[in-house]
């Protein structure tokens, strides 16, 4: 089980009905996957969901269960894929902003990418974190406590639990071997802060 570490661990992946870039989906997915842990994709509500190459549109996906049926309780990990759209819309959704909320509270592992962090900064989660994003989220994190770095991936071990940052697809090799490095705070303390540069 060595090549396999994380086979039992379940992950969730929270996204909107419509607007999650499909990349920030689907290759955390695949990672986490071919980590052994088994991805869940939840959203809002049931059926699918319409992923997005940045404007177009891209490919639907299943959805596993919704925000409503179990909390993050059921789950090792979070992560919340960007694409404007995305986190735009579970920000206005009280059960997606509890539901992240949760997984703080519990001390699981959260990663975000891209736009990702505003639906953690709804939940009132960001305050005395560092992590980065999309560029444009700068001002929203800093006003919301949070300390915004320019890196490709930001793993902060400073709170209640480990969160795992990165900008954009481009920095998504970084973002998905954090991500499966985090899996083992799950388990215990993830004591391996770090930040990796451009």
């Known amino acids: 089980?060595?090549?396999?570490?994380?086979?039992?661990?379940t992950?969730?992946?929270?996204?909107?009905p419509e607007g999650v870039e499909q990349v920030e989906l689907t290759e955390p997915w695949r990672a986490v996957r071919e980590s052994g842990a088994r991805p869940r994709l939840v959203s809002t509500g049931a059926g699918t969901i319409q992923a997005f190459d940045h404007l177009d549109r891209a490919d639907t996906f299943a959805v596993d269960q919704t925000?409503?049926?179990?909390g993050a309780d059921a789950f090792d990990a979070l992560v919340v894929p960007g694409g404007v759209a995305n986190p735009d819309y579970l920000r206005t959704q009280s059960a997606a902003v509890a539901f992240v909320a949760d997984f703080f509270a519990r001390g699981r592992p959260v990663a975000a990418i891209c736009h990702a962090p505003w639906a953690l900064i709804e939940a009132g989660v960001v305050g005395g974190r560092t992590l980065t994003s999309w560029p444009s989220l700068r001002t929203d994190i800093v006003n919301a406590g949070g300390d915004w770095v320019d890196r490709s991936v930001v793993v902060c071990a400073d709170g209640p639990n480990t969160l795992v940052t990165s900008r954009k697809p481009a920095d998504l090799p970084g973002f998905c071997s954090a991500l499966v490095a985090a899996?083992?705070?799950a388990d215990g303390p993830y004591l391996v802060a770090k930040e990796q540069d451009k």
Do not use: N, Q, T, W
């Not at 089980?1 to 039992?8: F, Q, S, V």
């Not at 992950?11 to 909107?16: E, M, S, T, Y």
């Not at 925000?67 to 179990?70: A, C, K, P, Q, R």
């Open 67 to 70: 925000v409503e049926d179990e």
């Open 11 to 16: 992950i969730a992946f929270l996204v909107a």
């Open 183 to 185: 899996l083992g705070s």
């Open 1 to 9: 089980m060595a090549d396999r570490p994380h086979a039992d661990k």
